[in-house]
């Protein structure tokens, strides 16, 4: 009997070790898109469409951080800059040079983070929200605009 009780001890220990793993795992993976932001990111590459509406590869350079707390910051240079031509509704560089910073958010069920722009090189840009949508694929984030209408990419590498 005292071995039967024993069982029926140790199975509920189980039981609520389990249920109270998977539920932290839970909270963990909620918390776990929105924390594999955090930090540094260097510019692998940068595609967009070319004036003649082919996608090309910019000659660029960048970095984009994430802060803790709901920070963001991103300056992109073009190592040769060509004459500004905007790829889509939004002109996010001036002169080969992009920098822009404000807070973010992330949306983790649609895949998306909004940029809420409080200061910028192009000023046209403060004050706007520029939703992106996002992947993860191993230390690479790949970011593009979640407007239709532009056809950009960008993908970052955690330092």
Avoid: C
Wanted: net charge negative; charged share 20%.
């Amino acid at each position: 009997m005292k071995k039967l009780i024993w069982l029926g001890v140790v199975t509920l220990l189980i039981g609520m070790t389990t249920t109270t793993l998977s539920g932290g795992q839970d909270r963990v993976g909620s918390d776990g898109i929105r924390e594999r932001f955090i930090g540094a990111w260097r510019l692998v590459s940068l595609e967009a469409p070319a004036p003649d509406g082919k996608i090309h590869k910019a000659d660029s350079t960048g970095l984009f951080v994430f802060t803790r707390d709901g920070h963001a910051s991103v300056q992109v240079m073009e190592r040769n800059a060509s004459p500004q031509t905007a790829v889509g509704p939004e002109q996010y560089s001036h002169g080969g040079y992009e920098a822009t910073f404000g807070t973010y958010e992330v949306d983790e069920n649609a895949h998306t983070f909004t940029f809420h722009v409080e200061g910028a090189l192009v000023r046209t840009l403060i004050g706007k929200d520029l939703p992106r949508s996002f992947e993860f694929s191993g230390k690479q984030l790949i970011v593009k605009s979640a407007q239709p209408e532009e056809h950009w990419k960008v993908t970052w590498e955690h330092y």
